[in-house]
T-cell receptor, first 111, second 115 residues
Framework: EDQVTQSPEALRLQEGESSSLNCSYT??????LFWYRQDPGKGPEFLFTLYSAGEEKEKERLKATLTKKESFLHITAPKPEDSATYLC????????????FGGGTRVLVKP | DAMVIQNPRYQVTQFGKPVTLSCSQTLNHNVMYWYQQKSSQAPKLLFH???????NEADTPDNFQSRRPNTSFCFLDIRSPGLGDAAMYLCATSRNPTGHQETQYFGPGTRLLVL
């Protein structure tokens, strides 16, 4: 069965304390991996798409990387405004355009 | 800015009273999706349109219907809302269903409350 697991479930950081979020996947035929940020009461905001092992993408304090088994979202020197739930999702070759989501990581950055 | 717009942002309905949620997009994307997201859970795909072709997920209840009258608009109809249908409803779009233009862009969501 195709599975996407995110860890940790929750993460408390001090402002400036860098950390990484993990998204591990067990799927048959990964097509793409997506990172979203979701603030309470709002829709997911697109961050990154990764397609190939070894691929990396950056945006401000965020950097996403992809291996054959997992993806990491690195948050460098986070600020309180980086507090959100970060969702990982995958698209699978046999599943059309349906995204399989992980459970998310809730990040709280304290000043 | 090109975007996905959902109206209303909050909707209160009564048990069993039909309700319609709307979504519009200025991205000119071919695919539009409807998701249901309950508290602290991941979004769950209900159905999607690829142009005019409707694709229903196998486990989507018959109580949920959708219409896409044109490229820009898509509606979610809940024929007889139950208490268990209270959730955030998310609309998303993508240029293509698969391949390197498959990234889905979400709207702000409509929070549905069923009394």
């Amino acid at each position: 069965e195709d599975q996407v697991t995110q860890s940790p479930e929750a993460l408390r950081l001090q402002e400036g304390e860098s950390s990484s979020l993990n998204c591990s996947y067990t799927v048959s035929g990964l097509r793409g991996l997506f990172w979203y940020r979701q603030d309470p009461g709002k829709g997911p905001e697109f961050l990154f798409t990764l397609y190939s092992a070894g691929e990396e993408k950056e945006k401000e304090r965020l950097k996403a990387t992809l291996t054959k088994k997992e993806s990491f979202l690195h948050i460098t020197a986070p600020k309180p405004e980086d507090s959100a739930t970060y969702l990982c999702a995958v698209s699978i070759k046999a599943a059309g355009n349906k995204l399989t989501f992980g459970g998310g990581t809730r990040v709280l950055v304290k000043p | 800015d090109a975007m996905v717009i959902q109206n209303p942002r909050y909707q209160v309905t009564q048990f069993g009273k039909p309700v319609t949620l709307s979504c519009s997009q200025t991205l000119n994307h071919n695919v539009m999706y409807w998701y249901q997201q309950k508290s602290s859970q991941a979004p769950k795909l209900l159905f999607h349109y690829y142009d005019k072709d409707f694709n229903n997920e196998a486990d989507t209840p018959d109580n949920f219907q959708s219409r896409r009258p044109n490229t820009s608009f898509c509606f979610l109809d809940i024929r007889s809302p139950g208490l268990g249908d209270a959730a955030m409803y998310l609309c998303a779009t993508s240029r293509n269903p698969t391949g390197h233009q498959e990234t889905q862009y979400f709207g702000p969501g409509t929070r549905l409350l069923v009394l």
